[in-house]
C-alpha cells in the first residue's frame, strides 16, 4: 500500500492520479492537511507534523511505500520562516521515523533547486556543489537532504529524492514558489488578461512539464535498489528559459497577450538559483531523459487551459 503526504498538491495532485493508474486506486492512500471532497479513493486527512496520527494511518492501511510531499514552498516560507522550518521538518523527521519503526519498504523525498545557493555554478549546476541556500525553503531541503542520507546509511531505509527544477503543469493553480509565475502566466493569456510579473524579463531558470516530472519520479521508485547511487538528492534537468523567452512562446498563440515586469522580493530568490542544471548522475544510473521543451509545453498548456475555461483555442 502506498501513502501519498500532500496529495492535493501541485505534484500531489497529479502523482496521486498516476499512481492509482499503475498500482490501482484501492492501493493508493491520499492524504492532506486539506478535504478534497471530489477525491475519488482512500483518503485521509492528516497533518504530517502530528506523528500519533500519521503512525495510525500506516498502520491502518499496512503502508509499504511513502511519498512525501507536503512542504512549505520558497516564496510562502519567507513570509513566516521560523513556522515553515518546523512544519517542513518535523513532518519529514516524523516520516523517517515512522519508516524507520514500522519497516517502510521505499520512501519518496522532494528535493529541489532551492537548495542552491550563490556559491553554486550557476550554469549546468553540478551534483555536489556547495550548498548555502538563502532561503528558509532551501535551508529545510539541504536539512532534508542530510537526514534522508542520514537515515539510509544508519538505518537502511531505502529512500530516494529527486531536486526538482520549477515543475509547470495544468492540472492544478499555483503553489507559493518562485517559479509559479511560469504557470500563472498561462491563465493570464488564456483569459486574455495582463500578466504582471515578479521576475525580471531575463531571469533564467531552470524549468519542467509536470509530465515529465511524475515520468521522473515513478521512473526513479522503480530503479532497482543497486541503481541508485545517490542518496541525498539527485539533480534533475528539462529546459531553461526566460519570462521573456516564454512570453514569445505564448504570443505564437496569443499575439497581443502583454506582460509588465515588477520584480518583487521574490527576484532575488531567484537571482541566487541556478540557470541551468547538470543531471547527468541521474541520467547514468537510472536512465533519466526529459521528453519535453519549451514550445511543445506551450501547446499542451493553452489546449488543457483553454478546455478548462471552456474557451476556444486559438
Excluded at 25 to 42: C, E, F, M, P, Q
Excluded at 56 to 62: E, L, T
Excluded at 116 to 124: E, K, L, T
Excluded at 137 to 147: I, L, Q
Aim: aromatic share 12%; glycine share 6%; net charge neutral.
Amino acid at each position: 500500500m502506498i501513502l501519498i503526504i500532500g496529495a492535493f498538491g501541485q505534484l500531489g495532485s497529479v502523482l496521486t492520479q498516476k499512481l492509482q493508474i499503475k498500482w490501482g486506486v484501492n492501493r493508493v492512500v491520499a492524504s492532506d492537511i486539506t478535504v478534497n471532497t471530489n477525491y475519488k479513493g482512500l483518503y485521509e486527512q492528516l497533518d504530517a507534523t502530528n506523528y500519533k496520527a500519521l503512525e495510525q494511518i500506516v498502520i491502518k492501511y499496512r503502508i509499504t511505500e511513502i511519498y512525501h510531499l507536503a512542504a512549505i514552498l520558497s516564496a510562502n516560507g519567507e513570509k513566516d520562516p521560523l513556522r515553515s522550518w518546523d512544519i517542513n521538518m518535523t513532518s519529514l523527521l516524523n516520516v523517517l521515523e515512522v519508516s524507520r519503526t514500522q519497516r517502510i519498504h521505499k520512501i519518496f523525498y522532494p528535493s529541489s533547486i532551492a537548495v542552491f545557493g550563490p556559491n553554486a555554478d550557476s550554469v549546468n549546476t553540478p551534483q555536489s556543489p556547495n550548498l548555502t541556500p538563502e532561503t528558509i525553503y532551501g535551508m529545510s531541503k539541504v536539512a532534508g537532504e542530510n537526514w534522508v542520507n542520514y537515515y539510509h546509511k544508519k538505518y537502511g531505509l531505502d529512500i530516494r529524492s529527486l531536486r526538482y527544477p520549477g515543475i509547470i503543469g495544468y492540472q492544478s493553480f499555483p503553489g507559493g514558489g518562485t517559479t509559479d509565475y511560469a504557470v500563472d502566466i498561462y491563465h493570464k493569456a488564456i483569459k486574455n488578461e495582463h500578466f504582471l510579473c515578479f521576475l525580471n524579463s531575463s531571469t533564467q531558470l531552470p524549468m519542467m512539464f509536470m509530465d515529465d516530472a511524475i515520468r521522473a519520479t515513478i521512473e526513479l521508485m522503480d530503479a532497482p535498489k543497486e541503481k541508485i547511487t545517490v542518496r541525498t538528492s539527485y539533480n534533475l534537468a528539462s529546459m531553461s528559459f526566460t519570462p521573456k523567452e516564454l512570453v514569445k512562446s505564448i504570443q505564437k498563440y496569443y499575439p497581443n497577450f502583454k506582460i509588465t515586469y515588477q520584480p518583487d522580493s521574490r527576484q532575488n530568490i531567484a537571482n541566487s538559483w541556478p540557470k541551468s542544471i547538470d543531471d547527468s548522475k541521474a541520467r547514468v544510473d537510472w536512465g533519466w531523459q526529459s521528453y519535453f521543451d519549451l514550445d511543445q509545453m506551450t501547446k499542451i498548456m493553452i489546449e488543457k487551459l483553454s478546455e478548462y475555461y471552456s474557451i476556444a483555442t486559438v
